[in-house]
Nanobody
Framework: QVQVVESGGGLVQAGGSLRLSCAASGRTFSNLATGGWFRQAPGKEREFVAA????????AYANSVKGRFTISRDNAKNSVYLQMNSLKPEDTAVYYCAADTLDRVSDIGQRYHYWGQGIQVTVSS
């Protein structure tokens, strides 16, 4: 089985930055092809944030985070990262890391078969 664990969340003031990390173990990211980040705020549906292909490094971003968030990966550490800058209160949500064996970037959650437990990000005004 694949275990996916997020870290790096917390409380930050508007305009600040956070860096989320996602580490895979068991069957590691070396066996996976795509990593992604989704988020879910209270009372809202889970939404796509960003994705990256493991091999080619192709990326995709939600319009709401373009220019502020950057997704990256480190093969040696079997990890995916999400650098979040210029944070806004509306970025407050539980952030989930997801991965899949297919080499494609997608904004559809059903296309990711491995998920972390989620990590809280709170941005105060």
């Amino acid at each position: 089985q694949v275990q996916v664990v997020e870290s790096g969340g917390g409380l930050v003031q508007a305009g600040g930055s956070l860096r989320l990390s996602c580490a895979a173990s068991g069957r590691t990211f070396s066996n996976l092809a795509t990593g992604g980040w989704f988020r879910q705020a209270p009372g809202k549906e889970r939404e796509f944030v960003a994705a990256i292909s493991w091999n080619g490094g192709r990326t995709a971003y939600a319009n709401s985070v373009k220019g502020r968030f950057t997704i990256s990966r480190d093969n040696a550490k079997n990890s995916v990262y999400l650098q979040m800058n210029s944070l806004k209160p509306e970025d407050t949500a539980v952030y989930y890391c997801a991965a899949d064996t297919l080499d494609r970037v997608s904004d559809i959650g059903q296309r990711y078969h491995y998920w972390g437990q989620g990590i809280q990000v709170t941005v105060s005004s």
